[in-house]
């Protein structure tokens, strides 16, 4: 049973750049969040997706912007980069449709540097 | 807004010893759910145990246990026989209940050292 998986683990963009970082949630699941985690912080949460809606938003700009596919796989994407928005992006899966434990399964993440 | 607390950034301890992470968090909600999640360097974040709001009785999940203080909003975890293993970031996080909306607010974490 294959576990959350994330793509890339490690890229490098500039200033102004545009990225796109994807996520495949674990089998069976149906909701995917997706987390910034900066160097030595907690993770802080973006958003949330369910039903190929955007569920739930944290408090990040418009930059960041996601998508879900029918599949439950998810893409975060960032526009305009900043150096700011280097960080750990880490995707997290969990099933909504029953009953919850509130356990988030998470993706090893992907290393974004803005240079 | 919900916010977590862990005032340790750092501990060490030494294998086979115990020790105690501590956790405070601040809600209005009588319901929700507690957890520590370790994140090792190999940085992948995984369940260590979970508490819900409603249970009196602590959780417990071998060697890790934990003390949770409704009223006075603290929630430490405490692991026993400590393993070089267990060396990693350990972040407290909250959520509520209402919904299956799942969505977390962690702590700022405390690195773990065990020493052999």
């Known amino acids: 049973d294959a576990g959350v998986t994330q793509s890339p683990t490690h890229l490098i963009k500039t200033r102004g750049q545009q990225v796109t970082l994807r996520c495949s949630p674990k089998s069976g699941h149906d909701t995917v969040s997706w987390y910034q985690q900066a160097l030595g912080q907690g993770p802080q949460f973006i958003f949330q997706?369910?039903?190929?809606?955007?569920?739930q938003r944290g408090n990040f700009p418009d930059r960041f912007s996601g998508h879900q596919f029918p599949n439950y796989s998810s893409e975060l994407n960032v526009n305009a980069l900043l150096l700011g928005d280097s960080a750990l992006y880490l995707c997290a899966s969990s099933y909504t449709a029953g009953v919850g434990t509130g356990e988030l399964f998470f993706g090893e993440g992907s290393r974004l540097t803005v240079l | 807004a919900q916010t977590v607390t862990q005032s340790q950034p750092e501990m060490s301890v030494q294998e086979a010893e115990t020790v105690t992470l501590s956790c405070t968090y601040d809600t209005s909600e009588n319901n929700y759910y507690l957890f520590w999640y370790k994140q090792p360097p190999s940085r992948q974040m995984i369940l260590v145990i979970r508490q819900e709001a409603y249970k009196q009785q602590n959780a417990t999940e071998n060697r890790f246990s934990v003390n949770f203080q409704k009223a006075a909003k603290s929630f430490s975890l405490k692991i026993s026989d400590s393993q070089l293993g267990d060396t990693a970031m350990y972040f407290c996080a909250f959520t509520n209940s209402g919904g299956s909306n799942y969505k977390l607010t962690f702590g700022k974490g405390t690195l773990l050292t065990v020493n052999p």
């Open positions: 997706y369910y039903e190929e809606e955007e569920r």
